[in-house]
């Protein structure tokens, strides 16, 4: 990918990482541009937020006695490596969920 389009898709590639609000205004702003590298960190960020939302929904239903603890900091951390991703112009994949959420979300972005 050339330096044009990663730069062009870097900051809607940051916003997509904080929080929900943000994935979505990044999503929508990119159906204009269809940046290829903002598409790339849009789809790892909805994936993020998915995994938020079903980790929220399991522990309000099942007791994770704790657990839920251990795993939000994990998406944290996901968060966190997402943006430090994007902020420098790669498009790694999110250690043990990305390639899965490159698959799952191919049409979005």
């Known amino acids: 990918m050339d330096n044009q389009t990663v730069n062009d898709g870097k900051t809607l590639a940051v916003i997509s990482y904080i929080t929900f609000i943000g994935t979505l205004i990044a999503f929508v702003l990119n159906q204009n541009k269809k940046n290829p590298f903002a598409a790339f960190h849009i789809r790892q960020a909805i994936g993020l937020v998915l ?4 980790i929220g929904f399991l522990n309000r239903y099942i007791n994770f006695a704790g657990l839920h603890w251990l795993l939000n900091a994990g998406v944290f951390v996901l968060f966190i490596l997402g943006i430090i991703n994007a902020a420098q112009g790669e498009e790694k994949p999110l250690p043990l969920v ?7 979300f191919r049409n979005f972005g």
């Open 51 to 54: 995994l938020s939302f079903v």
């Open 98 to 104: 990305g390639e899965y959420f490159q698959e799952w």
